[in-house]
């Protein structure tokens, strides 16, 4: 508060003392902001900060001839046989024409023989439906919403047009002064898991790079400031070597942006909410974001869509279409059959010995838990029993992470058992059942768990154990198992009903205790 002293007044102590006592005025005058000026400033400052960076190229699609020739019956027909596509333009005012989607990779791919040649040597028959639909609005330079259920092929579905974006610029790499494509990722796992999925597919010399915290830092700096054209990165690390003038994002001109985390407190202590994801995830990514120039293209997957990511996706993209493969609700992988078992607190253990026991000898687990702590004393006790086992979360090292999941990925063992770390883009393809011990903190993070197994069409089984502790989740678990024609049991549905019962004598409660509540809503 800013007062002017103005106003003198003269008092006597104890020890007949005068003292000057300076009051300030009865009516300070306050500072008025010029509004108008600040705007003013700030545009020039905008102007001055991007002013003479290149150009960007950003439409680069050549659409087939079989692909132009659709009718309308047949696009709507390919959209519902191949799991339900739908597709919004989010633009306001008018409209844009959605594009028709790509039945084949020569339908997209024609003109670029080296993207051809990768996806034969890899082996793909023909696009999954996601591709099918954002190569050809991705390809136009028009931002794009993806939502897909995990393990549909949404790491292409991004990366093939950044290739194209990337190669295809009206200055070479070597004018550009940075990176020119940038994949954030919110956990370590699912950045190495991109950066090994970007590696199979050489590009014209394209060179890439995953920076992380936990990895080595001089060799991150080493390689990015050597010269690289794509960083896939979680937000911490790089915003650290932004901060330090290691890496130049001025040069982005494509961004990709995966799965959506929502910030907040959870109702255990933070140190065991085992995420780097509670640390100011969306902070960081928004001060990385002040230094990505802002005509760049965005890309934002996720295999959720729940209110908070709609709201955060205005922040990203400008003037997007939207592609979901399903259903905007939540909804589990339809390939995983879902069991729900209403069990009291104490007997979790014994269950889970048992079912360890009935495990086949090609089955393959991740056993989800709600702290780090509760991950190795379940670790430690089938170590002790001789059960071969790894574990995963964030206060291991990223040495004994990587190879925790490497062991699993490579059949060493068949147990992981990992924190909600694991939960976000882990791709093992033949993980056979998901068990989770511990109820997730939300139900997206249910829905995130259960999709680790099913994946690629493959069936899995998902086994949840629910407590009396969990019984605000019920409801909404319900719905789920519901939308997939699932078995709901009747301890569960019994469980949902007290909870609302629950809630509203507590609202009744608190309309007794203040009357003046009623007449507020």
């Keep these: 508060m800013v007062c002017s002293f103005k106003q003198q007044h003269f008092v006597t102590n104890s020890a007949g003392k005068t003292l000057d006592i300076i009051k300030p005025e009865n009516n300070p005058k306050k500072p008025v902001i010029n509004w108008a000026s600040l ?95 954002a190569w050809p609005i991705i390809l136009q330079g028009i931002d794009l919403i993806g939502i897909a259920q995990t393990g549909t092929g949404k790491t292409l579905a991004y990366l093939m047009p950044g290739f194209i974006h990337l190669t295809s610029q009206p200055i070479s790499k070597d004018q550009r002064g940075g990176p020119g494509m940038l994949v954030l990722a919110p956990t370590r796992e699912l950045a190495l898991q991109v950066e090994a999925e970007c590696s199979k597919y050489s590009y014209k010399g394209i060179k890439s790079i995953c920076v992380y915290g936990g990895g080595d830092r001089k060799g991150q700096i080493d390689m990015v400031t050597k010269g690289v054209d794509i960083v896939i990165a979680t937000p911490g690390r790089l915003n650290d070597l932004q901060m330090n003038n290691f890496i130049n994002l001025k040069s982005i001109t494509y961004l990709a942006r995966l799965g959506i985390i929502k910030n907040f407190v959870s109702e255990q202590v933070l140190d065991e909410a085992d995420r780097m994801l509670d640390m100011g995830f969306e902070p960081q990514i928004m001060k990385i974001l002040i230094d990505v120039r802002p005509d760049r293209q965005t890309v934002m997957t996720s295999a959720t869509w729940p209110d908070g990511v709609r709201r955060l996706a205005k922040s990203y993209l400008k003037n997007p279409m939207i592609v979901y493969v399903g259903t905007l609700d939540l909804a589990a992988v339809s390939t995983v059959q879902q069991k729900v078992i209403v069990i009291p607190e104490e007997e979790k253990r014994a269950f889970i010995y048992s079912f360890i026991k009935s495990m086949k000898p090609k089955d393959k687990v991740i056993i989800f838990v709600g702290k780090k702590l509760t991950a190795d004393d379940l670790a430690s006790d089938f170590g002790i029993q001789g059960i071969p086992v790894q574990s995963l979360h964030g206060n291991r090292e990223q040495c004994d992470r990587e190879q925790a999941l490497d062991d ?91 909870y609302k019962q629950s809630q509203i004598r507590k609202e009744i409660e608190k309309d007794i205790q203040r009357p003046w509540r009623k007449s507020s809503k």
């Design 408 to 498: 699993f990925k490579k059949g060493k063992v068949r147990i992981l058992v990992a924190t909600d770390l694991a939960s976000r883009g882990l791709d093992v393809h033949d993980i056979t059942h998901v068990f989770n011990f511990d109820f997730p903190r939300n139900i997206e993070e249910y829905v995130h768990r259960v999709g680790r197994t099913g994946r690629a069409g493959r069936s899995g089984e998902a086994v949840t154990l629910v407590t009396s502790n969990d019984w605000r989740f019920a409801s909404e678990l319900i719905d789920i198992l519901e939308r997939a024609n699932q078995v709901v049991p009747d301890e569960l549905i019994a469980m949902a009903e007290r």
């Design 39 to 133: 705007r003013e400033n700030r545009a020039k400052y905008e102007s001055m900060k991007w002013a003479g960076l290149p150009p960007i190229e950003k439409n680069f699609y050549k659409e087939s001839s079989r692909t132009a020739s659709m009718s309308q019956e047949e696009v709507e027909l390919w959209r519902k046989e191949n799991n339900g596509i739908t597709c919004d333009d989010l633009k306001e005012g008018e409209k844009r024409c959605i594009p028709n989607p790509v039945c084949k990779f020569e339908d997209v791919f024609e003109c670029y023989p080296d993207i051809m040649a990768s996806i034969r040597k890899v082996g793909f028959q023909k696009p999954t439906p996601i591709q099918s639909q």
